[in-house]
């Protein structure tokens, strides 16, 4: 079984795992034609700059290393090969896959003659991220929008019968539920807006910047 991560270079399941015990990598050493374990190490290095993204994302960060892992294959991989690229225990391996199969990126794979189950990854990009703001950033902000309309309508409730001094304070809160209310309700159609390919319009944000806020500074400059 080969990984492929540079034209023309391939690398073995077994000098995966062994460059997983040799993390330094020296450009400086690098040469033309790169050894199979500064491949390996590469792509190990790939793998753990993927699990930092999805870790940042809430997601676990060895479901991001071995999606990288399968996606840097040009075959599938078993439960064992990803194992031992990742240094990872069976029940981790098996955990893991379980949960990037339940995202739908990862699936099983036929290999002829194998018994062993084999594993491929989901390649297209989009496809993942679209699911995943359908099926957990939108579905939150919905949960979001309910939760604020019915805090907004027990407060009503509560300020027919309120007493003076409290119908203030009262207003004061439902005044600010609202702009939260109003905020999620944007972002629920920009997020319809990218799922659904059609142009972004931001402008609405405008609404809740301070007349005399700043521009942020570009970083990048």
Known sequence: MVLACVPGQHFTATTLAYAATRRTYNPAVA?????????????????????????????KRNMGRMWCVLYL????????????????????VSMTVNELQHWGVVKKA??????????EPETSIWKMVSRVFRERELRQIHTSIEA????????????KTAGLGD?????????????????ARIGERLLDSILAGKPVDASPLAAFR????????????
């Open 31 to 59: 040469t033309a034609e790169p050894s199979p374990i500064l491949v390996d190490e590469a792509v190990l290095r790939a793998a753990d700059a993927v699990g930092g993204l999805m870790e940042f994302w809430g997601f």
């Open 73 to 92: 294959s040009d075959e599938p991989l078993s439960a064992a090969d990803l194992g031992s690229a990742l240094a990872l225990s069976t029940g981790s």
């Open 110 to 119: 036929w290999v002829p003659g194998e018994r062993r189950d084999y594993y």
């Open 148 to 159: 604020f309309e019915d805090v907004i309508k027990a407060l009503s409730k509560r300020r």
């Open 167 to 183: 119908v203030d304070q009262l207003d004061f809160a439902v005044g600010r539920i609202r702009g939260l209310l109003d905020l």
């Open 210 to 221: 301070e007349p005399d806020e700043p521009d942020e500074p570009d970083e990048s400059e």
